[in-house]
């Protein structure tokens, strides 16, 4: 069982137009950064996707995010162990990193290369979601 620890998760009963809801935004967010043909647009839209994606993963389990220092890294891990997948901790805790020097230590190049593997990493969550949503 997994368990989420009181300090960035408090129970909550979503209803299912609201976790439908989620899922739509994020779904939105994966359009913006498809449509894009600027690199960071892309990457800081599929991030913004992956994070709501672990927020609905969260929600389905009845529980809501705090918004806290490091919640961002709560929220990547317990949608690896939602499901199953370490390889989203992995290149998660990566894109996460890549925006916090994006946005706190004078920026970053990100490659449309780059980009466009986190699109596609953020697509194939998209698919895993919608398959247990």
């Known amino acids: 069982m997994i368990s989420f620890e009181d300090l960035y998760f408090t129970k909550f009963k979503f209803t299912s137009e609201q976790l439908k809801d989620y899922l739509t935004a994020a779904e939105k967010d994966l359009i913006i950064a498809r449509d894009s043909n600027v690199p960071e647009v892309i990457f800081q839209f599929s991030y913004n996707a992956l994070l709501k994606f672990g927020i609905v993963m969260i929600a389905k389990q009845g529980y809501r995010a705090h918004s806290k220092?490091?919640?961002?890294?709560?929220?990547?891990?317990?949608?690896?162990?939602?499901?199953n997948d370490q390889e989203i901790a992995t290149v998660g805790n990566l894109m996460r990193k890549t925006r916090n020097i994006?946005?706190?230590?004078?920026?970053?190049?990100?490659?449309?290369?780059?980009?466009?593997?986190?699109?596609?990493?953020?697509?194939?969550?998209?698919?895993?979601?919608?398959?247990?949503?």
């Open 69 to 83: 220092i490091g919640h961002h890294t709560k929220i990547i891990e317990k949608l690896a162990e939602l499901l």
């Open 102 to 133: 994006e946005m706190y230590n004078g920026g970053s190049v990100i490659t449309e290369k780059q980009a466009r593997e986190y699109l596609e990493f953020c697509k194939r969550i998209a698919n895993q979601l919608k398959r247990l949503i």
